[in-house]
């Protein structure tokens, strides 16, 4: 057996030691929390690992991540901070110019995302305005592009790519000149990735898990599909050495427990959900509301599944005993879900569907009462608290598409309180995968009232990430003797015990509760920065020398 001692840290553990300042880990699993002096007298042989004053935490999940599309954000044209229509066609000039030698037949795509019309409100006549198929035309001529609209729901597209999508005019959601959505969107996005070599697609999710490293993540919740990854794309994962580990869902809907088991065998996929769309997106207007959107009184949205849909696979998966989930946003949409869980409920009962776990995927549209269903149900909320931090603010995008509904979004208190397990996430490239930030925007949302503690914001990035995969051993996410070595060190500025009400806080405080101190997160701190990452003991990341 081979045993390491982390010492002379601060290790994020149990009320039983909220002090430590050691942890032992034999073989991939910690073995021992608590001081340094009693930590090398239990292990005199063990390999010592100087922790300099850092912070050892459990390593973060992120329950919901786009692979590919990260990486080629991160490697390629990233258009997150255009902040004008001129600004975005001059940025896809400078990429186009900059890259020529890289596909010198001119027979790729040039793949950009993260354009937000929504946040051009004050560049002036035009600038607010999405890029046109001309405009695009203009800059990059017979070249086939795809700029993603940030919530990758919608697309701008050059005309030598819509031509090679036979029928697009014929599908819903087609515009000549404006950005594609809904189905026309689906179809240019699929022509767009075959053009993605298998090599470049190889390099992008590498960068991909390699940045989710050494931002403190030690697994995440791929979110594939066939309208979103394909299935080449998705199947390359399972193929794919990388320490960072993997969760994969398909979203494809079923209608039987055996075509359940049959999409699980063909694929692969450790679940089918997901990113299963119920509906789309507030940004591209097409999640499903209830009321019409404020900025377009005529559109409700898209229904991409119908309740008889969402009401056969849930029953199909929970008859087969898989996880499911759906991707779920709008209202109209939540109350779907909502009445189709309720039914199997009546008939399977509650105890078949919380064995499955069933996930909502975003989940920011919930009403009080289906709150309450959802945790009696043993359902898993995977949410993006960063979506607020980046569109709750006063004039962004939700009050622009909602109005004063917009307050009631993201409201993560209220799904706590009703028991629903939260898992937080990025939804990257969408937001920055970046698990701090996470927890911050968590406990200090636009709307206080929707706040929950940083603690249990913490829970939601950590424990919560491993039972919306499933895990619920009571150890994965925590770092106590019999728990998964997953972890990550931290240089940080302050320790402090924070809660979300101040009643809460003052008995949180007291020494005597025992509740081991977080960084603090409170707006316009300092966040913590990532020194080290490891799974099951084996460092996946270091940023210094060991």
């Excluded at 409100?121 to 993603?148: I, N």
């Excluded at 022509?191 to 697609?201: D, F, K, Q, S, Y």
């Excluded at 977080?518 to 270091?542: F, H, K, S």
């Amino acid at each position: 057996m081979t045993t390491q001692l982390l010492l002379g840290g601060i290790v994020y553990s149990s009320p039983a030691v909220p002090d430590a300042t050691a942890l032992a880990i034999t073989d991939g699993i910690v073995v021992w929390v608590g001081s340094d002096d009693v930590g090398r007298a239990l292990h005199p042989d063990a390999e010592v690992i100087d922790l300099r004053g850092r912070f050892v935490s459990p390593g973060f999940v992120d329950s919901h991540v786009h692979l590919t599309d990260t990486g080629l954000a991160l490697g390629g044209l990233d258009l997150s901070a255009v902040r004008s229509r001129t600004e975005c066609l001059r940025e896809l000039a400078t990429y186009l110019a900059a890259h020529a030698e890289d596909d010198p037949t001119g027979d790729g795509v040039i793949w950009g995302m993260g354009w937000d019309a929504s946040a051009w409100v004050d560049a002036g006549p035009g600038e607010d305005e999405a890029p046109t198929t001309a405009d695009l035309d203009a800059v990059v001529g017979p070249r086939a592009v795809y700029l993603a609209r940030i919530d990758e729901h919608s697309a701008a597209a050059s005309s030598a790519l819509r031509e090679r999508v036979p029928g697009l005019s014929d599908e819903n959601g087609y515009d000549p000149q404006a950005p594609l959505v809904a189905e026309a969107h689906h179809r240019v996005r699929g022509v767009a990735r075959a053009l993605i070599t298998p090599e470049e697609r190889r390099r992008a999710q590498l960068r991909a898990l390699d940045h989710a490293a050494a931002h403190g993540i030690v697994a995440v919740h791929e979110n594939g599909g066939p309208d979103i990854s394909g299935i080449d794309d998705f199947r390359s994962l399972a193929d794919l050495e990388h320490g960072v580990l993997v969760r994969r869902y398909w979203g494809q809907a079923v209608t039987t427990a055996d075509e359940a088991r049959a999409v699980i065998a063909e694929t692969g996929a450790h679940a089918i959900g997901g990113d299963l769309f119920v509906d789309g997106a507030l940004g591209s207007q097409t999640a499903l509301l209830v009321e019409p959107y404020t900025d377009a009184p005529d559109t409700r949205g898209v229904a991409y599944l119908s309740l008889d849909q969402v009401r056969a696979h849930l029953r199909a998966t929970t008859e087969a005993g898989i996880q499911a989930g759906f991707h779920v946003i709008g209202d109209r949409a939540a109350a779907m879900v909502a009445t189709a869980m309720a039914e199997i409920a009546d008939d399977l009962g509650t105890p078949a569907l919380a064995d499955c776990v069933h996930r909502l995927e975003h989940a920011e549209m919930v009403t009080a009462e289906q709150a309450e269903l959802f945790g009696r149900c043993g359902a898993v909320a995977s949410m993006q608290p960063l979506f607020d931090a980046a569109w709750g603010g006063p004039g962004q995008l939700y009050e622009q598409r909602l109005g004063d509904r917009a307050a009631t979004l993201n409201n993560f208190a209220a799904l706590a309180k009703a028991g629903v397990t939260l898992a937080f996430s990025s939804d990257a490239p969408v937001c920055p995968i970046d698990p701090w930030s996470t927890v911050r925007a968590a406990a200090h949302p636009h709307n206080a009232a929707n706040a929950i503690s940083p603690r249990a914001a913490f829970a939601a990035a950590t424990r919560g990430g491993w039972r919306a995969g499933g895990v619920n051993d009571g150890l994965s996410g925590t770092l106590v003797p019999g728990a998964p070595a997953h972890y990550a060190v931290w240089e940080i500025d302050e320790l402090v015990v924070a809660a979300a009400t101040e009643g809460v806080q003052r008995w949180s405080t007291d020494p005597r509760s025992r509740v081991p101190a977080l960084p603090d997160v409170a707006p316009g701190t300092r966040l913590p920065q990532c020194v080290m990452t490891a799974v099951a003991g084996e460092v996946i990341y270091a940023r210094d020398e060991r």
